[in-house]
């Protein structure tokens, strides 16, 4: 009896030492389709101040899972880009127009992505991607709003991101979206919860290191939306922020609040100069 | 006037746990971080303290030290220092003060305080992402924080 356990413990100390072991990320290259070579780690924008490089999250996940992401025909969120083509195409609503009325090919699209989200003059507000397709769907086309994070807008946000791939993230920070950003940087140090941790605790001073059996990234959105190997489906990012506030045991926000939209501003500024990579695989 | 007072006073901590020797979260005395005091008077149980170490369902500590003692519970993280010696470095009283709060040890600690119900921002109702209702208590009741110190106490190199 007694070897048995000894000879399991022996097991579990090896898994152990070898998850250790894999902690740091990778140093490898993230070549899309083997053609087009994305950045994943690069010199930190001035205004993180705590980070030197920023790395995507690419990095950090498993051979396998990187491997799914590098080819198209293996990456499952690509399922869904090609939804998104098909409601690209189709008229909705009371104008009879689909996004194609207006926009041409969806491919146009390329170099919206990184910028988002970004200020809009005539509505006098800062806009993430998902309110600017809401804004079209009910202002031109008189169709109804999509849920903020549900399948439909994640998929055409894929669709969006996929077109941008490649092309550096290029958040603004000045100018009017700058209180918005504050705001955002003060969620994002915020310890929150009765387990008291901010997003900076885990994915500034932690990432590289394993919190149970999670490997720390450093919490990047340029991969957005990704496709969990957890949940076989695309996640959007205000799910995951959820998700992750949730885990401090902390009442969180909801998917398109103010306050979600300021930490995306301030998450995406974080990430400028990575490449955009969604829909990205993670597990 | 003096016995109205005392059966207050025992009521309200009688109300939330168990005995009427237990000390309420916001009783405890920290003293440069440690707690002399028992927090129930009834002597922690090693074993059950291992259990909780390791358990996610518990202190989930392991999420974040790495024990070599709970080998046969798989993926220990590495966000705080291994607690192997734990009871060589530290006295019963400083324990029982980490795992209460460890922050009043160490400033601005990463640890969650386990014995605190007080000074939260957007305390949630455990993992729901809802906010806390009536039902809100300490991460660890007062003898589970016991158990825990009884184990960590045995931990010596």
């Known amino acids: 009896m007694m070897k048995t356990i000894s000879a399991i413990g022996g097991a579990a100390a090896l898994a152990l030492s070898a998850a250790v072991v894999t ?17 994943t780690r690069t ?69 919206v992505r990184p910028v988002y989200p970004k200020w809009n003059e005539a509505a006098g507000e800062v806009r993430t991607l998902e309110m600017q397709v809401n804004d079209c769907r009910t202002s031109r086309m008189g169709a109804e709003a999509w849920k903020y994070a549900g399948g439909d807008m994640v998929n ?80 959007a990012v205000h799910s995951r922020f959820k998700g992750c506030i949730r885990d401090t045991r902390a009442e969180t926000y909801s998917p398109g609040s103010p306050e979600f ?21 993670r597990n | 006037m003096r016995n109205a007072l005392l059966v207050a006073g ?11 020797e237990t000390i309420a979260p916001s009783n405890v005395k920290y003293e440069d971080g440690a707690v002399a005091q028992s927090l129930t008077g009834v002597p922690g149980d090693p074993a059950a303290g291992r259990e909780i170490v390791g358990s996610k369902k518990l202190g989930n500590c392991v999420a974040c030290h790495q024990v070599s003692d709970l080998s046969d519970v798989p993926f220990h993280g590495e966000i705080g ?57 300490p991460l660890l009741t007062s003898q589970q924080i016991e158990d825990v110190v009884a184990y960590l106490s045995t931990l010596k190199e």
């Open chain 1, 261 to 281: 939209v300021a930490l995306e501003l301030y998450v995406g500024s974080r990430g400028n100069g990575l490449s955009v990579e969604g829909p990205s695989v």
């Open chain 2, 81 to 137: 220092p291994m607690l192997d010696g734990a009871g060589d470095r530290w006295t019963e009283a400083e324990l029982r003060g980490l795992v209460a709060n460890a922050k009043m040890t160490f400033e601005g600690s990463l640890m969650p305080s386990f014995y605190k119900t007080e000074g939260f921002i957007r305390p949630g109702n455990a993992y729901t992402g809802k906010a806390a209702d009536d039902t809100f208590g």
């Open chain 1, 43 to 111: 010199t930190a924008p001035a205004h993180v101040e705590e980070l030197d490089e920023v790395l995507s999250g690419w990095l950090f996940r498993g051979t396998e899972t990187r491997a799914m992401q590098a080819d198209d025909f293996d990456n499952p969120g690509m399922i869904f880009v090609e939804k998104a083509l098909e409601a690209w195409d189709t008229a909705e609503g009371s104008e009879g127009k689909s996004c194609a009325s207006c926009h041409d090919a969806a491919e146009t699209m390329a170099g």
């Open chain 1, 156 to 235: 055409m946000i894929a669709l969006l991101s996929s077109v941008s791939r490649g092309l550096p993230v290029n958040v603004a920070i000045d100018g009017p979206v700058q209180s918005m950003w504050e705001q955002g940087k003060e969620l994002y140090y915020t310890r929150t919860g009765q387990l008291e941790l901010s997003c900076a605790n885990c994915h500034e001073e932690n990432n590289g290191n394993m919190i149970r059996a999670d490997h720390l990234s450093q919490g990047q959105i340029n991969g957005f939306p990704v496709y969990r190997l957890k949940n076989t489906k695309l996640n």
């Open chain 2, 10 to 20: 025992v009521l309200a901590v009688g109300s939330t746990v168990a005995t009427a």
């Open chain 1, 23 to 39: 902690a740091d990320p990778v140093d490898d290259t993230l070549i899309l389709n083997e053609e087009l070579e994305l950045v």
